[in-house]
């Protein structure tokens, strides 16, 4: 099992930065391939961007390229997601995952976080 608890959210103006982190236990952190999905309401879960064991590959959705960053840090169990220029649409619940490999597929995806809201004001 692998537990993971979210922080950092919170509302900011558009244009804002913001820095989630998320901590894992459970498991060694460094077998373990990293993502961060947002959900809007009345939309699906979306991935906005995941990271390989060692840092070596990440990815990232179209719309938060150039402005969102994901990083690691083995020796501290946490995968952070930097967001930068925030836009109104970036408003969502934010939550961190874990999956036995590097994907960008939600459905590789077998530990969850309990969510975090982020708000970005017009």
């Known amino acids: 099992q692998v537990q993971l608890v979210e922080s950092g959210g919170g509302l900011v103006q558009a244009g804002g930065s913001l820095r989630l982190s998320c901590t894992a236990s459970?498991?060694?952190?460094?077998?373990?391939?990293m993502g961060w999905f947002r959900q809007a309401p009345g939309k699906d879960r979306e991935i906005v961007a995941a990271?390989?064991?060692?840092?070596?590959?990440?990815d990232y959705t179209d719309s938060v390229k150039g402005r969102f960053t994901i990083s690691r840090d083995n020796n501290k169990n946490t995968v952070y997601l930097q967001m930068n220029s925030l836009k109104p649409e970036d408003t969502a619940v934010y939550y961190c995952?874990?999956?036995?490999?590097?994907?960008?597929?939600?459905?590789?995806?077998?530990?969850w976080g309990q969510g975090i809201q982020v708000t970005v004001s017009s």
């Open positions: 459970g498991r060694t952190f460094s077998t373990l391939g």
């Open positions: 995952a874990a999956a036995p490999r590097y994907s960008s597929s939600l459905r590789h995806y077998d530990y």
């Open positions: 990271i390989s064991r060692y840092a070596y590959n990440t």
